[in-house]
């Protein structure tokens, strides 16, 4: 069983920078492909980001360039840097881990994390 945790949300205004984090436990963390989900209020949750067991890297259309994933994997630990945030990012973020064999875009995610949430005000 893994367990995901995520942290560092919060309340900020239009412009600046929060950084989450996503503890994993139970298996280390490189065995999988990590990602990162948000859920705005009414709205469906949609892809955010993703990063494989090489470090590749997906972004969504929407954060590219103002967002940044990282992994450390000898922390177990997985950074969402979101910077020159925008009231359009408030939503709850979530944590994901795949144990897919092959890194994309439509793969399933077996463990999700509780989610943090980020709130940005204009």
């Known amino acids: 069983q893994v367990r995901l945790v995520e942290s560092g949300g919060g309340l900020v205004q239009a412009g600046a920078s929060l950084r989450l984090s996503c503890v994993t436990s139970g298996r280390p963390s490189n065995n999988y492909i990590m990602g990162w989900f948000r859920q705005a209020p009414g709205k469906e949750r949609e892809f955010v980001v993703s990063i494989s067991r090489r470090s590749g890297t997906d972004y969504a259309d929407s954060v590219r360039g103002r967002f940044t994933i990282s992994r450390d994997n000898a922390k177990n630990t997985v950074y969402l840097q979101m910077d020159s945030l925008k009231p359009e990012d408030t939503a709850v973020y979530y944590c994901?881990?795949?144990?897919?064999?092959?890194?994309?875009?439509?793969?399933?995610?077996?463990?999700w994390g509780q989610g943090t949430q980020v709130t940005v005000s204009s």
């Open positions: 994901a881990a795949s144990s897919a064999a092959f890194y994309g875009r439509r793969i399933e995610y077996n463990y």
